[in-house]
């Protein structure tokens, strides 16, 4: 099977701390649509593709920045092009500043069944601080416009870690959030990224994050009440109800084959006996010149051999609560972990790391906690 992304680069503003690849809505915006269709109908034999396709995630950037109409299109002819399974599971981001109820009606009839709204915070000003171009109140418009709407499945995004919050902070958006009781909820730090306007700020002494302890312990913090609140922590910053995991960021955690499309997109799959990854050109002008032309928007590709295929899926799988499956990673590589990877095996397992788990390679909750550290043994 493979799963499709989707990538919309627009947004009305760009966030004070994103570094993914976006920008303000421009002329360009008219023509997208056409040129995402475009690559689509001729990725179909010219790329790797094993059916049938079980999610479809249209990410950004904020993809409710195009009209609804243009999103059905783009669904419509993924639907097409591939063979997308009919429970597959059909996701839209949103932006609660940017769609209303008529649009979430389009989408819905159209088969998304899952949308993930980025809230963030609760705190206005905390929002503002970040650059977001909504308020807590147009969040709840847009909450409850998405479940009168028919949306059964709603993921939201929340982030700790931000300039001047508090564990009080934090904790007071999880509970109005658990309180509207949504299916899903990603619970993600922030990260200083090197280039964003939130990045020249800290350097430049004008906005001050909370230091290292204060951001674990508002993780710590969170993650019992979510825990409390019924909500399963199944990767290191996801948490669902049972039965709402996020079926595409598992496809991404299970190294399961992708495609993405649209400027800036990632695709990875088996090819001619060898694990491939490849990426969309980050320039939209470019992105839609050679679509034009009938090509591709191809930028680069990586073969990759088959230790880092192992890494890959180790970085990957270990990200999750339940992680790698040991017969999965004997059928795929021929040999268990702690044979290919054998002094990384020990460093894990002399730390207390490993879970106590026969049928599978997985880290304790300590171990979790020091995820990056111990994928470092394996490098």
Known sequence: ???????????????????FCSVPRD?????????????????RDRLPYEGPVPSVFFGGGTPTVLPADDLVRILDTVRRTYEVRSDAEITVEC?????????????????????SLGLQSANDRLLQVVGRIHTYDQFLAAYRAARDAGFENINVDLMHGLPGQTQEDYLDTLQKVCDLGPEHISA?????????????????GETKLPDEDAVADMEDAGMAFLKQQGYRRYEVSNFAKPGYECRHNLIYWDDIPYLGFGAAAHSSAQGQGEWLRWSNTESIPEYLRKLRRGKLPTAETLHIDRREEMFEVIMLG??????????????????PMEKAFPDAWLNVQSNGWWADDYARYALTEPGMDHLNTALCYFR
């Not at 992304?5 to 004070?16: G, L, S």
């Not at 819905?108 to 899952?114: D, E, I, L, P, S």
């Open 318 to 335: 270990l990200r999750k609560v339940k992680g790698i499956s040991r017969q999965a990673f004997l059928d795929r590589f021929g040999t």
């Open 95 to 115: 932006n609660p500043g940017t769609a209303a109820y008529a649009d979430f009606v389009k989408l819905r009839a159209a088969g998304v069944n899952r949308l």
């Open 1 to 19: 099977m493979t799963g499709v992304y989707v990538h919309i680069p627009y947004c009305v503003k760009k966030c004070a701390y994103c570094d």
């Open 27 to 43: 002329l360009t915006a008219e023509q997208y649509p056409d040129a995402l269709c475009r690559e689509i109908e001729l990725s």
């Open 188 to 204: 993600y730090a922030l990260i200083l990224e090197e280039g964003t306007p939130l990045f020249r700020q800290v350097r430049a």
